[in-house]
């Protein structure tokens, strides 16, 4: 692959890049998307976006805790993402008494700041090309196991070297199925407090039901801050540190977009798989995601059942609520938009359109006129173990008890050869989770899921891959789930906060006895068998094997097609999208504008449903039409829509207007659009940002927090 790229720019060959499509890697900028960049309007030189030699845009954008992505915007580590990246964080500072989920939260100042345990910020310093060192000596003959052994100890050995004497971080990621290989080397922050997040009426305004839809108006951002040490350098929290002084900080444009205008933006789009097959995007949208589709909907009325009981439990079952109906809604997504899109057929007639070209090959040494066949004759047996791994991951994840049973376990066995102290902490650590675990309600959603859980899981995948428990629930319980678990929960010590704790006062031989014999424990370790012994090994080698012949497609596919530059798929590393903001027709004879307005949060406005709530403060603002300059004409804008490639992680990512300033942040995609994941498509696939004039005039005129609109640098018209 990358000799054919390599190739192409030698010979000056006219690349074809498609319109809004791509995730690029900013290493390539300049041989690959500079030209077309600037003919789009882009005004920046490759340097001012990336550079190691200067302070670039890659500077100021950061991974923000795990999987999201967030900016920094002024001289003093203030940093803006998404609401719903931050949500857990404003969740965590929260009680029905003081609850800045549903009032909003400003620091006064920075000493009102919060602390935010366990949260960081990565940096990145530089990337660099590694596919030679790391490929280098490794014949093509070895197997697919030997050679992954070999590339792990090769890969671990320059992760350390690259930040040998540094405070660093570093990793490798593999590009285009293994043929390229790229190293990352970060900074991480650990002292990152909140600074400042509106209501939910605005930072979640439209919640699930809007949710991955066009048109929007939600408010979503939220301000934390990133603190160092006196030497500027990452260290653990302490009230002695001080606020970070970035490389480099965004500059804001109030200027506003226009239908047309050239956007681009950086960040962290997770995972996409553009070049599967159309048996593989068959298998994942018709078999797969309808049935994780309808474990999550179980969880989701579960809940709603609960947060309707009251304030204190829609407390504490919002967040899950939110975690669980994200992903849920965009599968949905997904499988709308592989049908709106043909997706499925347009795969397969570009395969019909592969093997012909294969065929008239005068020499395929490469193999490319039977790599069909082989594909099919893998996903034959690839299928059933992918949709199993896929709806037992789900089933392990959605039953919360298992994690206490899990961590249990191994608490446990840990501390039976250990000293006396270590078993007192050790026990301590139990009690605290098992206390944590019985007040969060974890179990009523557990109880009530785990039937319908099983029969989703039974219904979908073959008898083989069914856990050994499975094989009770005729015998002895008629077939019914219900009853199963009913009768589980009964005799489990995981289900009852008081058996729990009395039983880790007993002595260490009755713990061990309890626990190898408690039916939770027996549930869960007969399903991580079955998942680690019958489908992830068997997975494993398919995975191996499939990604070879991915690897050869893609140079198939260059072949075939030698101005094509293919992108590669997302995989958490630092992306470059760029498109244009613009509307699209999401049905016969509608058009959607690209913009959405404070009037429609207004039209919007239910009293009774939840998702619909306007606060006070926001109406008295608009009724007094106290806009300051956050205007376009006589109306607050609030979101836009743009044709930038972008995915999952793509959360809370800076979108750039042509001179690199700010315009908005990312924070979504139109419904059917997320299948974009799988097969971009440039009619409807749309990105969905917050309009960054919202953002001031929220701060501005609805929390009256001027003090941190003191921080930024604004760039007027
Ligand atoms: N809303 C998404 C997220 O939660 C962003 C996207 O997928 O476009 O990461």
């Known amino acids: ?138 014949p093509d003959t070895l197997s697919e196991e030997d050679r992954s052994v070999q590339l792990v100890a090769r890969l671990s050995r320059l992760q350390k070297e690259a930040i040998a004497g540094t405070h660093y971080e570093s990793e490798i990621k593999s590009f285009y199925f293994g043929r390229e290989y790229y190293l990352f080397v970060y900074e991480v922050f650990h002292d990152v407090r909140l600074v400042g997040a509106p209501p939910e009426a605005i930072g979640r305004f439209g919640g699930d039901t809007d949710n991955w839809m066009w048109p929007r108006h939600t408010g979503d951002f939220s301000l934390f801050r990133i603190y160092a040490g006196k030497d500027n350098n990452p260290a653990p929290y302490s009230p002695d540190n001080v606020p970070y002084k970035p490389k480099k900080h965004l500059t804001i444009s109030v200027s506003g977009v226009k239908e047309g205008d050239f956007t681009m933006v950086l960040g962290y789009p997770g995972r996409t798989d553009e070049y599967l097959t159309s048996d593989a995007l068959r298998m994942i949208s018709q078999k797969s995601l309808p049935a994780k589709i309808e474990m999550r909907t179980m969880r989701l009325n579960a809940l709603e059942d609960e947060m309707a009981k009251g304030p204190e439990e829609r407390l504490r079952y919002s967040g899950r609520y939110v975690g669980t109906s994200n992903a849920w809604k965009k599968w949905i997504g997904v499988t709308k938009g592989v049908e709106r899109t043909d997706a499925v057929r347009k795969k397969e007639l570009f395969e019909d359109s592969f093997d012909a070209w294969a065929d008239d090959l005068l020499q395929d040494d490469a193999g490319y006129s039977v790599l069909m066949d082989e594909f099919e004759k893998i996903y034959a047996l690839y299928e059933p173990l992918y949709v199993t791994n896929d709806l037992g991951n789900e089933f392990l994840n959605s039953v919360e008890v298992f994690s206490l049973v899990n ?193 429609g949060i207004i039209e919007k406005e239910d009293p009774q449903v939840a998702d619909y709530l306007v606060p006070e403060k926001l109406k008295e603002v608009y009724s007094n039409r106290d806009f300051g300059a956050y205007v376009m004409g006589d109306k607050v804008p609030v979101c836009f829509i743009a044709s930038n490639h972008t995915s999952g992680g793509n959360s809370g990512s800076p979108v750039f207007n042509a001179e690199g300033n700010l315009i908005g942040i990312n924070f979504d995609r139109n419904w059917e659009g997320t299948v974009s994941d799988y097969a971009y498509d440039p009619s409807i696939c749309r990105n969905i940002s917050l309009d960054i004039r919202y953002v001031l005039f929220v701060i501005d005129k609805v929390a009256d927090a001027d003090w941190i609109l003191d921080e930024l640098t604004l760039k007027k018209k």
């Open 1 to 138: 692959m990358k000799y054919l790229l390599g190739l192409l720019m030698c010979a000056n060959v006219l690349v074809d890049i498609r319109a809004g499509e791509g995730m690029w890697n900013l290493l390539l900028l300049d041989s690959l998307n500079y030209k077309d960049m600037q003919e789009k309007g882009l005004r920046l030189s490759p340097e001012e976006i990336y550079s190691i030699n200067q302070a670039s845009l890659k500077d100021a954008v950061v991974i923000f805790g795990g999987g999201c992505t967030g900016e920094v915007i002024s001289p003093d580590g203030l940093l803006i993402t998404n609401h719903h990246c931050g949500y857990s964080r404003i969740q965590s500072h929260s009680t029905v008494e003081k609850n800045h989920l549903a009032d909003g939260f400003w620091a006064g100042s920075k000493a009102e700041e919060l602390a935010n345990p366990g949260l960081s910020v990565t940096f990145l310093v530089r990337i660099e090309d590694v596919t030679t060192k790391v490929l280098s000596g490794i």
């Open 407 to 599: 961590h249990a376990q191994t608490d446990f066995y840990s501390m039976l050869d250990s000293s006396e102290q270590y078993k007192k902490e050790a026990l301590q650590k139990m009690k605290q989770r098992g206390a944590d675990f019985f007040r969060s309600g974890a179990l009523t959603i557990d109880q009530r899921i785990l039937p319908s859980l099983m029969a989703i899981y039974a219904g979908n995948t073959l008898p083989q891959y069914h856990p050994e428990f499975f094989d009770r629930i005729i015998p002895d319980f008629g077939g019914n789930y219900q009853a199963f678990i009913e009768n589980v929960f009964n005799q489990s010590v995981f289900t009852d906060s008081v058996k729990y704790l009395r039983l880790l006062d007993k002595s260490p031989q009755y713990i061990r006895k309890k626990i190898i014999t408690d039916p939770l424990v027996i549930m869960h370790r007969d399903f991580s068998r079955t998942m680690a012994f019958d489908v992830y090994r068997k997975t494993d080698s398919l995975n191996r094997e499939l990604n070879r012949l991915y690897g050869k497609y893609l140079s198939g596919m260059m072949a075939m097609n030698p101005t094509r530059i293919l992108y590669p798929d997302a995989n958490f590393t630092m992306r470059l999208a760029y498109g244009r903001v613009e509307g699209y027709e999401p049905s016969d004879a509608v058009n959607f504008m690209h913009y959405t307005t404070l009037d």
